[in-house]
């Protein structure tokens, strides 16, 4: 028996691994399979997705990886389906070529995404398709934000370093260090004292493009669990900032953040799209909009979206994101700055969103990025995941004319 942590890491790295790899896993099961099993065996379905991503893609040795996972259909109560789990798997093993080969004709099982997110990708960016599929897959790195009000980042390397952990700097951002090997972050030297936080490379462009000044009143609009927020006040801890949030449980996460690095923000749970019910009638200097979105910049990260997320999803994740854009700009003081960021990659979330924003608001103009990162858009400008060790996001800063 395995000891409690290596079970759990042994636990994650199946379910991490079977959304990863689902629709290849999915596929191959589906042409090994003369008839799909009944809705209530699901349960045996996943199992067997898991042997099967046992056997293609860990060290284990195919024939406890086999046993293993046979057994797990005793302990699910549901002993009828070793026999059917242990034909399957044996099946493959012995016919690993002919599935490779099947896998290499299928775009959809060699790329391991759904028909409509390839498309979609293919659709928006016809040169980058295969090249974001294929950084969706791989792992992600472990990123950290050193909080600047503490230390430099060469300092938190050293820390590091004589912690056993080893870093190299992220670039394009000032406090931004790329982890050699993930940890949990109760192994990172002065997590708790706030010395650090686990935040994205592409995440922390947000302070520089806000262009915030010290002092300044900041909307952070939709704000849980307060990455942004928080980092804006390590470089600037005078900001006057509202974080908001529709959901009341998310704000307490922003809160153990603030309390961990010791920072404050004012913290107001309430709908975006509705200022009325919330809003204290006074302008802002910066609006910081990191509107919800399908997330399909950081699938590399949570591997489940490529299964969860549906097609009709974003039709209805762009009327939110317009309707919260709408009712926020009026609350933007004349000569402010508003930055609409998304971990989305998908154009009607971005470019376009901004474009119509633009078009219907004559009192709004682009601040064009220039910088060496990313791909510049019609509107804002898009990193696609895995670029410079990046998520996919994408940005875009819009000032508010004075009239
Ligand atoms: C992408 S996350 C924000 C991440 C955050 N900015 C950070 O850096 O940690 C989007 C957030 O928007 C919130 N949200 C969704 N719809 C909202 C709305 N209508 N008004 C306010 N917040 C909203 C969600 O609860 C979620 O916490």
Redesign the pocket.
Known sequence: MLPDSAQRSLAQELSFGVLRWYFRLDGIARLMMQRPLRRRDQDVYSLLLSGLYQLSFMDIPPHAAVHETVQVTKEMGKPWAAKLVNALLRSFQRQIPRFESAVEKDEVMRLAHPRWLLDTFRRDWPDFCERIARANNERPPMSLRVNALRMERHDYMKVLSAAGLQAVPLPHVPCGLRLEKAVPVALLPGFQAGDVSV?DGA?QL?GKLLQVREGMRIL????????????LLEQFPALDITA????EN?LER?AENLRRLGLQARLVA?????PDGWWDGRLYDRI?L????S?TGVIRRHPDIRVLRLPGDIESLTG?QA??LAAVWPLLAPGGILLY???SVLKSENTQQVSHHVDCKPDAEELVIDSSWGHACTFGRQILPGEDDMDGFYFACLKKRKC
Do not use: E, N, S, Y
């Open positions: 935040q995440a947000t952070d609009a939709c704000a849980a669990p307060g990455g942004k927020t928080c980092q908001l949030d529709i959901d998310r922003i309430g709908d975006a799209a509705k910081l990191d509107v919800p979105c997330a939110r309707g919260i960021v998304t971990c």
